[in-house]
């Protein structure tokens, strides 16, 4: 994982939002009337919506498919960091919030007199383990 996929997250489910309006736009609704299978046969509406089996609806779904993959993937890593503190500040950094957390923020947030620059270089020295690990296999 990199700083760059990481500061994709909330681009990513800010597009999966509107992609899921625009799939929203595009389903069509109607109903039909239907009756019980058994007797006394009663009648009955039965609602049924389905997408238009245009291209653009499936190059849609495609797309919407890849951005859930590449958002649970961001937060797989970020969950799957072993030390809480660093998890910490990668969530805040990366995922809280509708706007980037300043680096102050997330030390004042994480507390026990972490400075700015203190939870930078725990984020970037845990970063560069990462892709030195990756670099190993």
Not at 27 to 32: C, E, G, I, K
Request: glycine share 6%; aromatic share 8%; net charge positive.
């Amino acid at each position: 994982m990199t700083k760059k996929e990481l500061l994709q997250y909330r681009s990513i489910a800010a597009e999966i939002v509107e992609n899921e309006e625009r799939i929203r736009e595009s389903t069509l609704r109607d109903s039909v009337r239907g009756s019980s299978s058994e007797f006394p046969y009663t009648s009955h509406t039965v609602s049924i919506e389905g997408l238009e089996g245009s291209g653009d609806n499936s190059r849609l779904l495609k797309r919407q498919n890849e951005l859930k993959r590449r958002k649970r993937r961001i937060e797989d890593f970020i969950d799957n960091i072993p030390d809480s503190e660093t998890r910490r500040i990668f969530r805040y950094r990366y995922i809280a919030g509708k706007r980037r957390w300043s680096w102050q923020r997330i030390a004042v947030k994480i507390g026990g007199g972490n400075t700015a620059d203190g939870v930078r270089m725990i984020h970037n020295r845990y970063l560069e383990k990462v892709v030195d690990k990756k670099k190993e296999m």
